[in-house]
C-alpha cells in the first residue's frame, strides 16, 4: 500500500501538491473546497490524487484562486500553530521518503480516524445547503438519529454566510427569535415585540442577500398545540432574500404535511438520509488492520435495524482505539470490539 502512495506522489504537479498540504494545514475537506467554488468535488480530487486526464485549464484556475485567498489564513496558521506545522514538515518529508535509506523494520503506528467521510449522505445533505444558499431555496433534510445529519450541518455552516442553530423541546418564540439573531450576529434585543425583531431580521436579510439559515432538530420546534414557531421561519422565508434548511427526525416529515400545508407547498429540495453503504464502511476502516469476525461485528453497529447507525459505530471505533492503545496491539480483533462495546449503552 505504501509503494503505491509513494508512486501516485510522484505524479502530482507542483500545485496538487501545494494545495494538498494548503487543505491539510487548514483542515479543510476535498468536497469543502469543490462547494466553496461551485465546482465538481471528482474534478477538485482527481487532479489533487494526479488522476486528472481532461484540459486542466479550468480547475488550475480554480486551485491558484484558492491558494490566493487563503495564503494570508495559512501563514497566520503555520505561526500560531505548532500541529500544523509539524503536519506540513511531515507531509514534506513523506514526499522525500523515496530517498534510498537502510532498510529497517516499518515502524508500527496506530491507525487514525477519518475526520470526515464524504458519504453519499454527507455530500446529499451538502447539497441541498448549497442549492438552498444559491436559489434562495426551502430545503428539508430528513434523517434517524445518529446518522450523521447535524454534523454535516455543522460542516456547511463554517462557510461564509451561514447561521446555523439547533432547536430544543423548551424553545419559546421569543427563544427562537434570539437564536436567529445570535446566528445572523445581529446583536441582541433587550426590548421589542416579537414582530418587531423579526421585521429586524427580515431588513438586515433583504439588506444583506446570500445568507442560509440552517435550522436544525426542527422537529422540536412543532407540538400538538402550536405551530407559531415554524410560521415565524416561514414568514421570514416569504419576506426575506434568504435560503432556509431545516432538519430533524422523520417525525418532521409528516408534521410539516398534515399541519403545515403552507410550509410543505413551498419545499424546494428535500433529502431523506439511508445510513451508511457497505461501500461507504469499506472506505471508512481502509486504514485499519480488522480481522474478520471483527469487521463483521462492526458492521452490525453500523447496519443493525433496530441501533445501527454512523454514531454507534463511531463511538464504538473510539473505544476500540482506546482499547488498542492500552493493549499495545495494532490489529482489531473480536474480542477488542466487544471489549470497546462494554464500555457502551447499547
Not at 480547475?59 to 489564513?73: A, G, M
Not at 487514525?112 to 446529499?124: A, M, T
Not at 464504538?316 to 462495546?341: C, D, F, P, W
Request: with cysteine; aromatic share 6%; proline share 3%.
Amino acid at each position: 500500500m505504501n509503494e503505491l502512495i509513494k508512486n501516485e506522489a510522484m505524479t502530482l504537479s507542483p500545485l496538487a501538491i501545494k494545495v494538498n498540504e494548503r487543505l491539510r494545514v487548514l483542515c479543510i475537506n476535498k468536497q469543502m473546497l469543490a462547494v466553496q467554488y461551485h465546482c465538481s468535488r471528482s474534478m477538485i480530487s482527481q487532479y489533487l490524487s494526479g488522476k486528472y486526464r481532461s484540459n486542466p485549464d479550468t480547475v488550475e484556475e480554480i486551485l491558484n484562486r484558492f491558494l490566493d485567498e487563503t495564503e494570508e489564513k495559512y501563514q497566520e496558521t503555520l505561526e500560531n500553530d505548532p500541529k500544523a506545522k509539524k503536519k506540513l514538515e511531515k507531509m514534506r518529508a513523506q514526499d522525500g521518503s523515496d530517498e534510498e535509506e537502510p532498510e529497517e523494520t516499518p515502524e508500527k503506528h496506530f491507525p487514525e480516524k477519518k475526520r470526515i467521510l464524504e458519504s453519499s449522505d454527507y455530500l446529499g445533505v451538502l447539497s441541498v445547503c448549497q442549492s438552498c444558499q444559491d436559489d434562495r431555496g426551502l430545503g428539508i433534510i430528513i434523517g434517524r438519529s445518529g446518522y450523521g445529519k447535524t454534523y454535516a450541518l455543522k460542516e456547511y455552516s463554517k462557510m461564509p454566510r451561514v447561521a446555523y442553530m439547533e432547536c430544543d423541546d423548551t424553545m419559546s418564540t421569543k427563544d427562537l427569535v434570539t437564536a436567529l439573531e445570535l446566528g445572523l450576529g445581529l446583536p441582541r434585543s433587550t426590548s421589542g415585540s416579537i414582530w418587531s425583531r423579526v421585521n429586524r431580521i427580515r431588513d438586515f436579510l433583504n439588506a444583506n442577500e446570500g445568507y442560509l439559515i440552517i435550522v436544525d432538530e426542527a422537529d422540536k420546534l412543532i407540538n400538538k398545540y402550536t405551530a407559531a414557531k415554524m410560521e415565524i421561519l416561514r414568514g421570514i422565508f416569504d419576506q426575506s432574500n434568504v435560503g432556509i434548511v431545516i432538519a430533524g427526525e422523520p417525525k418532521l416529515e409528516s408534521d410539516i404535511k398534515t399541519v403545515l400545508e403552507r410550509f410543505a407547498n413551498r419545499i424546494d429540495f428535500c433529502y431523506k438520509l439511508h445510513g451508511l453503504s457497505k461501500a461507504e464502511l469499506k472506505d471508512y476502516l481502509e486504514d485499519w488492520d480488522i480481522e474478520e469476525d471483527a469487521a463483521e461485528e462492526l458492521a452490525v453497529r453500523a447496519f443493525s435495524a433496530r441501533t445501527g447507525c454512523f454514531r454507534l459505530l463511531d463511538r464504538t471505533i473510539n473505544n476500540v482505539l482506546r482499547v488498542m492503545k492500552a493493549h499495545g496491539e495494532y490489529t482489531v480483533t473480536l474480542k477488542m470490539v466487544q471489549e470497546a462495546s462494554g464500555m457502551m449503552m447499547l
